[in-house]
């Protein structure tokens, strides 16, 4: 039906007006829906005896955690306890979302490739974790690559303190030594002028249009002077090795098999999306773009960083906030193979309390924070990348 | 417009009568034709899909025997395969009419969370496996090891006060599935698996060398397995429990799956007529016909021979603490008259 402009009384055409209602319609259906929803159950856990509220979070766990960022122990409180898991589900994102973008554009750009080679093992990667269920290849990895690696007794060994087995990955642990302060202050001072002088040479760029090489420049001075400072500081950090007795290492850190296989996952699944986006992104530039700077004689690691990565990314960042959001979700499958995320001790909580239907809104809670500050800061991205250009 | 009114309108009826689903289990039961039973993921000897992709085992025998008394059908019973944290909500939510499915009798569950117990058909104790090789003789000697462990089970919480009691430094790594947590044993991610000692000695007759793998002699907590109901139904509560309590009774008198029906028309002991419904009323008592023991014994045999062909004939249990309180266990019916 056609809108017309005849406006009412409160100033809307009548069009927004029957628009404006039939929202405001569907608004209070769906605010009725969820009171009644919520009233309902409130109603069937009193009929059954179940508690409800959040007091139960203050009580002590009592349950083990393997693999916590933070100090636990089963004296613990529950909610502490979920925010192990909570942690633990950050961390292993975070470094996911890291892997993933740095192999996703490598797979991205080298499926553009002209070497016939890479662009088709490229394919074949993308083409294969895409197509297969994320949870087979969390198997795979945990229950056939990090299974087949020796007992802890008969571990490989790469280096002094650096070894290789079925209970994980031992690597010293650095500590800090008496010289720590003196390298820490001079580390801080050296990454301060690295950027002095990188912020100066993009400066005297746009002043002068001569070229310095900002960031090769700064990243020297951070470099030579952070090394200076170690050595003054004699030697600063030592390293506590990991040593084999009893049933496995003592000491040193460990990356353990569920951490090491989730990650693996992830990093392997996003990837291959986000090597989809790379790809899209790069064939999107239009090639007379291309040919367009490269006949104005720049190298051409000028025209990819000036003028194809800014208009690649446009098409880029948006679908790739989608696959950051999924791959948080995704991380709820360490359950499978025994990484103690949220939902894994959440499920545990839940165990031994009944009380569903609070962690389920706890759950909710953080995974709609995680993917919001996702959104925001990927939007945030993309309309500096958006502003560059046209 | 109209499409979002019906949707809305289909939604409220659907929460009305989501809300109105405990009201008689029986009833529902009868009108369904079949009994929503919830079981393990897969417990060999406890409840199982055998080859031909039957439920069988001691937890799914105790399904059997009330869709029978219930129905006159032991074969009338819906599996519903059931993860540890989800068992308890399956029965407080109304997914699932009963749960048989070794779950541990505990006060918290009991009493806070929609959840009843009913009698317990199996008396069992966590225990550790541990492989043989390393030479560790009792649970005291693992400060150290990495254990693999069954997520919103008591057993991870009774770990943790095992390893807390004892100064043991134990490294748990926690699986959603049991099957899981055997594959990471069996794999050697872990030194030790623990779990009830009756699924420990299940789990190794499924390994290639079971003699390689020794079951610690520490029993490191009760654990009481019952089948449960949702709270609030009584009458039902009471059906099931007697159902169990019938079958161990069956036992105690010497009444079989062969001679139910000799014994139902010709015993004289007053015990058995009750039991078997050839003098007073025990059926009526929890809205059942007179002769529901016949028709459970009749499917699945009294407590000893559930017991037996379940556990014994498969993976070498004995009866244990499980014996009849005449032969020196703790198995005792409550009296039915």
Redesign the interface.
């Known amino acids: 039906m056609a809108v017309t402009s005849t406006k009412t009384a409160l100033g809307l055409t009548a069009g927004a007006m029957r628009s404006a209602l039939?929202q405001g319609?569907?608004l209070a259906?769906v605010l009725?829906?969820v009171y009644?929803?919520f009233d309902?159950t409130q109603?069937?856990?009193a009929?059954?005896?179940?508690?409800s509220g959040f007091a139960f979070l203050e009580q002590e766990a009592?349950?083990?955690?393997?693999d916590s960022l933070i100090d636990y122990?089963?004296?613990r409180s529950y909610g502490y306890a979920f925010l192990v898991g909570v942690l633990n589900t950050l961390f292993v994102s975070v470094l996911a979302i890291i892997g993933a973008t740095v192999l996703g554009v490598i797979v991205g750009v080298s499926r553009v490739s002209r070497n016939w080679l890479l662009a088709k093992v490229a394919a074949i990667y993308v083409e294969t974790l895409r197509n297969l269920p994320l949870l087979l290849t969390l198997f795979f990895v945990y229950?056939v690559v990090i299974?087949a690696l020796p007992?802890p007794r008969d571990a490989i060994g790469l280096i002094d303190g650096v070894y290789l087995s079925?209970?994980g990955f031992y690597l010293p642990r650095p500590q800090a030594g008496p010289g720590f302060a003196v390298f820490a202050i001079g580390t801080a001072v050296a990454l301060m002028l690295g950027i002095v002088f990188w912020r100066w040479a993009a400066r005297h760029k746009i002043r002068t249009g001569r070229s310095v090489p900002g960031f090769r420049g700064g990243l020297a001075i951070f470099v030579g002077l952070a090394g200076f400072a170690f050595l003054l500081g004699g030697s600063p950090v030592s390293g506590e090795l990991p040593v084999y007795?009893?049933?496995?290492f003592?000491g040193g850190m460990v990356m353990?098999?569920?951490f090491t296989s989730l990650l693996i996952g992830l990093v392997l699944y996003t990837a291959a999306y986000i090597g989809e986006n790379v790809r899209s992104g790069i064939q999107s530039v239009d090639a007379g773009q291309i040919e367009a700077a490269n006949a104005l004689g720049v190298s051409s690691a000028v025209v990819t960083r000036k003028v194809l990565l800014p208009q690649a990314l446009r098409v880029t960042i948006p679908a790739t906030t989608n696959d950051y959001a999924s791959l948080v979700k995704n991380s709820s499958l360490a359950?499978?193979?025994?990484y103690?995320d949220m939902v894994?001790i959440g499920?545990?909580i839940?165990?031994?309390?009944?009380q569903?239907v609070e962690i389920i809104a706890m759950w909710m809670a953080v995974y709609l924070t995680i993917n919001l500050v996702i959104s925001v800061g990927m939007n945030y991205l993309n309309a500096r990348v958006q502003h560059a250009q046209r | 417009?109209n499409k979002?009114?019906k949707l809305?309108a289909a939604?409220?009826a659907a929460?009305t009568v989501?809300?109105a689903v405990?009201a008689g289990t029986l009833d529902k039961v009868r009108e369904a034709g079949e009994l929503a039973c919830g079981v393990s993921e897969g417990v060999p000897g406890f409840s199982n899909p055998n080859s031909e992709g039957v439920w069988v085992g001691f937890d799914v025998d105790f399904c059997r025997a009330i869709a029978a008394a219930i129905l006159g059908d032991a074969e009338a019973v819906r599996y519903v395969p059931l993860a540890?944290?989800q068992k308890?909500?399956a029965v407080?939510s109304g997914q699932v009419d009963l749960t048989s499915r070794t779950t541990t009798w505990t006060m918290?569950?009991d009493?806070?969370?929609?959840?009843d117990f009913t009698a317990v058909v199996y008396y069992d104790g966590q225990g550790f496996m541990i492989n043989a090789a390393?030479g560790v003789e009792s649970a005291k000697e693992?400060?150290?090891?990495?254990v693999?462990?069954t997520?919103?089970?008591t057993t991870?919480?009774n770990?943790?006060?095992f390893?807390?009691s004892n100064d043991l430094q134990?490294?748990?790594?926690?699986?959603?599935?049991k099957h899981?947590?055997v594959?990471?044993y069996k794999?050697?991610?872990c030194?030790a698996l623990t779990t009830d000692m009756s699924q420990l000695a299940a789990f190794r007759t499924s390994f290639a060398d079971p003699s390689a793998h020794r079951i610690l002699p520490e029993v490191i907590s009760k654990e009481p397995l019952a089948p449960l109901v949702?709270?609030?139904d009584n009458q039902w509560k009471d059906l099931v429990t007697w159902v169990v309590f019938g079958l161990i009774a069956a036992e105690d008198l010497g009444i079989t799956q062969a001679n139910v029906a000799e014994q139902a028309a010709n015993a004289t002991a007053p015990n058995i007529k009750r039991l078997l419904g050839s003098s007073g009323d025990t059926g009526g008592f929890i809205g059942l016909d007179g002769d529901w023991m016949v028709k459970a014994i009749s499917a699945v045999g009294n407590y000893g021979e559930i017991f037996g062909r379940n556990l014994t004939a498969t993976l070498g249990m004995e009866r244990g603490l499980n014996a009849q309180w005449k032969d020196g266990g703790i198995l005792y019916a409550m009296p039915i008259r």
Not at chain 1, 47 to 51: P, Q, W, Y
Not at chain 2, 111 to 115: H, S
């Open positions: 039939s319609a569907v259906l009725a829906g009644l929803l309902n109603e069937n856990l009929l059954r005896g179940i508690e009592g349950l083990p955690i393997g122990d089963p004296t229950s299974a007992h079925k209970r007795s009893g049933f496995n003592k353990r098999p569920e359950v499978a193979i025994g103690p894994s499920g545990t839940i165990g031994q309390n009944g569903a | 417009m979002v009114l809305g939604t409220a929460m989501a809300g405990h540890s944290k308890v909500l407080s918290k569950r009493t806070t969370e929609g959840v390393t693992m400060d150290g090891a990495t693999c462990v997520t919103g089970t991870e919480l770990l943790a006060d390893g807390r134990l490294e748990p790594v926690v699986f959603e599935g899981e947590a594959e990471a794999s050697g991610r030194d949702a709270h609030g």
